[in-house]
Every structure is written in structure tokens, then in C-alpha cells.
């Protein structure tokens, strides 16, 4: 089973432990194998890659209401975006 992320400021999920339902492997996100796409990140077992854990990237509504619940990593990304020159 893949497990499907939705809030990507739920605290904890990345050092969360996670079993692979093909080979049994079990460890956290740090451990496994990221990809990375537009909407969301991916990540797969490091030993059969079976994905595990997909976690869909906030949007920038998403990212201003976490940096204004005071999440520091909300806050970081939200000072990166302000410093892009937008057209
Ligand atoms: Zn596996």
C-alpha cells in the first residue's frame, strides 16, 4: 500500500516508520529513494522500489497559512518564493 500525504506540514512524517508492502523493508523517508515532481514527491523502497510514501506539495495558499501558524519551514520556503522577482 502506498500512503498518500496530503498535509506536507504534519509534523514528523519524514522520520515516520514506514514498512514496504512487497519486500517488508521498514524505515523512515530519510531512507528511501525521493523523486521529485511538480505536484508531489515520491518515495520508493530503497530495496525493491515499490512506492511507499508519496507526500503532494503544498500550494502557495498552503505554504502562507502554515508560515502564518508559524511553521519555520513554511516561513523559509515563503522568504525564498518573496525573493524570486516575479514578470
Ligand atoms: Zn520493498
Known sequence: MTTTLTDYYQ???????????????????????????????????PRCEFPMLVVLHPDLAGIRAAAAAGHPEAIEQLAILDSVPRP
Do not use: K, N, V
Open 11 to 45: 509534523p514528523g512524517w519524514r522520520a515516520q516508520c514506514h514498512t514496504c508492502a512487497a519486500c517488508g523493508w521498514q524505515g523512515s523517508s530519510r531512507q528511501m529513494d525521493m523523486e521529485l515532481h511538480d505536484e508531489q514527491s515520491e518515495y520508493s523502497c
